[in-house]
């Protein structure tokens, strides 16, 4: 990671509809992340929010699944996949 970058993770699960808002609020800040990943814990339609980060950032986007663990198991899965 570049000093000055920061790595997002994101936990979600079920339907997320906040969830596409979510990705575009983080592709249009100023600080553009170095990598987002998004943890699938159980999302009805994973393959619309793979299409949806991969349009917005590119090979910088990241969706790992979690087997519907729980928030802290997903957010310790991102952890444990960031670089």
């Known amino acids: 990671m570049n000093p000055g970058s920061v790595d997002v993770i994101i936990p979600a699960r079920g339907p997320a509809p906040w969830l596409p808002q979510s990705l575009s609020s983080i592709a249009a800040q ?29 090979d910088r986007f990241r969706l790992l699944k979690n ?13 444990q996949n960031s670089a």
């Open 67 to 79: 087997q519907g663990r729980g928030i802290s198991a997903a957010l310790n899965t991102g952890i």
């Open 30 to 58: 100023s600080l553009k992340p170095a990598a987002v990943t998004l943890v699938d814990d159980g999302l009805e339609k994973p393959e619309e929010i793979q299409k949806l980060g991969a349009k917005l950032f590119g």
